[in-house]
């Protein structure tokens, strides 16, 4: 959408001002309460930028100048989903604007409400080739929920409210408005638009469930003997904790989360299974493969969670919450569909409940979970002369469990997800796009977020090499992100994978060569390195971070060949798990055979370690 559409309707102040575009821009975003801006500027932007530095001395608006324009985008991100605000970023013309590209698609993936300003060629350039011209219009159709290019700056206020209310309602998501040069520069008669006043026709999010469904999704909770609750990141975007807490209690259901859904039920609850999936807990994914009934509340069955949809909760009628209609049935047809923001959903739901569920009716599906859980706990492995992963992980954990977490991406991502637990809003993780280079820009947003509370980042050797300049914007503003790195000096998962699926080709995964020097390089940008290669070190080194009153990066050397368990074969059924230990409940070795390809199986498997099929 340009400008020269047509706008909504909107409630414009009485007060007029004779403004330039750039003016009215920097003045709608202190308007709908931006308090700071992520961003590099550049000659296309400039008249954004000189209108932004009047407003930053006057003490209305904070600019965070990074280093590279990706960070500015992850950092955005990263700040709407630690504060549910929009995230706002900030970008030159051409190299400027496409350097945000990945940290769009990333917020789009996550469904992350954002807001990207580009600067743009003036309008007569437009399509010339001028220098630093884009279409970055053109270019982030794909992963926006809407764009505009401003072409006249009389439509300033409005765009902004537009954009600010489409990137938090219905489902949220990141839109880009690209501005000319000379409509940040040209003079008009400003007149305000004030935040959450537009009415776009034909955009209404529905957010009421239909209360017929309501009404046969509840019908299917009081049958269900082995229900489970599929929770995924919608439930934490809507803010549903208590009521997914409220309806897991009322009828004793086991709950089990997402990558996306961390933090959406308290994992230290006995219901929680914990995250399933392809590196989820055994007893996850085991529940998942069994229940009767899947209630999935803000989830969209992605690959990393179903790798085998024909055989994901096979034997379960599905019923399917989500704001987002585009999402029901759109990998696996639900049995009960219902669009609506899962809260309200929820809320209505619960109003329903008359009276106590039977307190009897899951107590046998708990007890087998519970014994799932005896037998397949997650493990920390120890080692006499090094560290793993996972004990990094689990002491960083223990020592600052009310941090604000952002992770990079690999086996260290999967493993905080294993390890660590954590509060609502409080995992901030590149889920649906897997962005390496994510964790320290996106923590340093969220620390400008959350204030004073503890932000800490865990990375990996190689994910931190991709955004390490952005040490020196901690540096600069004395910005207090504790940034982890879980160093085995490779590609973890890359290697994981190679070994495992490739041959132990290791092609191209190994960065032992040329990698930095942790300690100095962070210190070189005026930033405390700290560097642990003895077990004995870990505790105190981990705590000297954390009471540094700055910003810390602590390089862990770790087991450079552990791999990351349980793990889903891609294709596999949640339930065919490599990796498993053996159960820490010994029973009789029996032989079970397959019915479907007469294989031989443990007694202790629930399907068939060959075809999936249940025993």
Known sequence: MTSTSVMPSVKASSVMQRATGAFALID???????SHVFGYPGGAILPVYDELYKFEQRGDIQHILVRHEQAASHAADGYARATGQVGVCVATSGPGA???VTGIATAQMDSVPMVAITGQVARGAIGSDAFQETDIFGITLPIVKHSYVVRDPRQMAEIVAEAFYLAQSGRPGPVLIDVPKDVGLEEFDYVPVEPRSVAIPGYKPTTRGNPRQIGNAIALLKAAKKPLLYVGGGAVISGAHAEIAQLAEHFQIPVTNTLMGKGAFDEQNPLSVGMLGMHGTAYANFAVSECDLLV???????????SNLEKFAQH????????DPAEVGKCKVPDVPIVGDVKNVLTELLSRLAQPADADQTGAWRARIDQWKTDYPLKVPTYSDQLSPQQVIAEVGRQAPDAFYTTDVGQHQMWAAQFLQNGPRKW????????MGYGMPAALGVQMGVGENQVICISGDASFQMNLQELATLAQYNIKVKTVIVNNGWQGMVRQWQQGFYGERYASSNMEVGMPDFEKLAEAFGVKGIV?????QLDQAIADMLAHDGPVLLDVWVRRDENCYPMVPPGKNNSQMVGLAEPATKRPVEVVHCSSCGSDNKATHRFCSECGTKL
């Open 28 to 34: 709608s975003l202190v308007r709908h309460g931006v």
């Open 98 to 100: 496409t350097n945000l």
């Open 296 to 306: 999935a509340i803000g989830a969209r069955f992605d690959d990393r969670v179903a």
């Open 316 to 323: 379960a009628k599905v019923v399917h919450i989500d704001i």
């Open 428 to 435: 901030i993780s590149s889920a649906g796009l897997g962005t």
């Open 532 to 536: 642990v290669k003895e077990p004995e």
